[in-house]
């Protein structure tokens, strides 16, 4: 009988979990569109739709006509049910966001990084407080905060601990994960930043519409999502997807892993600027941070600025190439602050590098799309961690009252540039 009881308890949760997923993903819904999109009978998606109704995760918002009879109801996930707070470990900050269930920003505060290896506890101690400073801006119960989730650079272990590997900072098994627990009751989720930029960008952005994609995040350090059939390829232990660090050229330059010939040494931020400084007799692109330096890289008229874009570029348009020969993808969306502002320039020669080295019926058969979500993706799409466990849930009950760091808060400085 319990056997018994417990298979009808977790099918009545698993059809939550496709209904919340419909309506969050593609709301508002009628009850009549989410019975034709689940295959559920209407009396179920009533019966269901009713009870989270009544918890308050689910709310009405307004009618549409139908044909011959009453207007329908739409239903969409209420905004205010709960809020998720997502973090990006960059290379050169720390930033966190604070979103309601309806993916609106809130509140928003960031900590530089000034160490190329910095120290995980110093980190750890931005991420806490960058939580506790959101939700304080946002003027939100801690006790209402679903998760808190978290991008990093490099390998996340699948365990309660949720270990980092990342060899270009210098962590080498850092438990994030039980660091930032001793330091609040909030649920902790921790994955690589290129995979939360795939996920934000599938769910919400130039993703939509396709199950076989890559996401390429390009920005100071270089990463991509592989997505087969809908689902985010990991590999054996969840390191898939270090693009940054396959080789494209033999013997080539240093990458910041310790390798010679990494794709991340030619395209990636820090790369591109040091091979300018190179080029240019040592004297490095104009501007206080890298951001800066990059986008005055871009706007410069020289000859030599010219040809580090020109090569930057090349090597770019081969390293998607591979991708298109190796993943046979509907879409590759080109994201991270440095992709945005190479590919809003030059995309088109981009394309024309990818299609001169990639297989001619795989070209054919894929787009190639700037990221629609913006810089800030990469924290987005952290945030969308705790509430894809919602969702898996069905809609869990709410976690006790939350314990914040006790650690006292500093002033966040004002965002002015971007993670990654």
Not at 7 to 13: F, G, H, L
Not at 79 to 96: H, K, S
Not at 233 to 261: D, M, P, Q
Request: proline share 5%.
């Amino acid at each position: 009988m319990d056997a018994r009881r417990t298979t009808v308890r977790d099918m009545r949760r698993a059809n939550r979990s496709v209904l919340l997923t419909r309506i969050w993903l593609d709301g508002p819904l009628s009850r009549h569109e989410l019975g034709q999109s689940t295959a559920l009978s209407l009396a179920s998606v009533s019966n269901l739709v009713g009870e989270m109704i009544a918890e308050g995760l689910v709310e009405e918002a307004g009618s549409v006509e139908s044909d011959g009879g009453r207007p329908r109801v739409l239903l969409r996930v209420a905004p205010a049910y709960g809020y998720l707070v997502g973090a990006d470990v960059g290379e050169t900050r720390v930033q966190v966001e604070l979103f309601d269930l309806a993916m609106t920003a809130l509140a928003k505060a960031e900590y530089p990084i000034a160490a190329a290896e910095p120290d995980p506890r110093r980190v750890t101690d931005h991420l806490l407080h960058g939580l506790a400073a959101v939700i304080e801006q946002a003027g939100v119960d801690p006790a209402a905060v679903l998760g808190f989730g978290v991008a990093v650079s490099g390998t996340v272990e699948r365990t309660a601990d949720a270990v980092v590997h990342a060899q270009t900072l210098g962590w080498d098994g850092v438990p994030l994960g039980a660091m930032l627990r001793a330091g609040t009751d909030i649920p902790v989720h921790i994955d690589n930043g290129a995979k939360t930029l795939g996920q934000a960008e599938m769910w919400f952005g130039a993703g939509r519409g396709v199950r076989h994609a890559v996401v390429a995040l390009v920005g100071s350090g270089v990463g991509a999502c592989v997505v087969a059939d809908g689902v985010g390829y990991r590999g054996a232990h969840s390191s898939a997807g270090e693009w940054g660090h396959t080789t494209i050229v033999y013997g080539g330059r240093r990458c910041r892993c310790g390798n010679l010939g990494c794709l991340e040494a030619y395209v990636g931020a820090e790369g591109v600027l040091d091979r300018f400084r190179q080029a240019n007799r040592g004297r490095p692109a104009a501007g206080g941070d890298e951001e800066t330096a990059f986008g005055e890289l871009l706007r410069a008229s020289s000859r030599t600025a010219a040809k580090v874009l020109d090569d930057t570029v090349g090597y770019l348009g081969a390293g998607v190439a591979n991708l298109v020969n190796l993943f046979n993808p509907e879409r590759v969306v080109l994201g991270g602050w440095a992709g945005l502002a190479l590919g809003e320039r030059y995309l088109p020669q981009i394309r024309e590098v990818t299609a001169r080295h990639a297989l001619r019926q795989p070209y054919a058969q894929t787009s190639i799309e700037l990221c629609r979500l913006g810089p800030d993706a990469v924290a987005m799409g952290a945030a969308t961690l705790p509430m894809a466990r919602l969702l898996r849930d069905g809609g869990v009950p709410r976690e006790p009252a939350a314990r914040l760091s006790p650690a006292p808060v500093p002033p966040a400085r004002r965002p002015r540039t971007r993670t990654r």
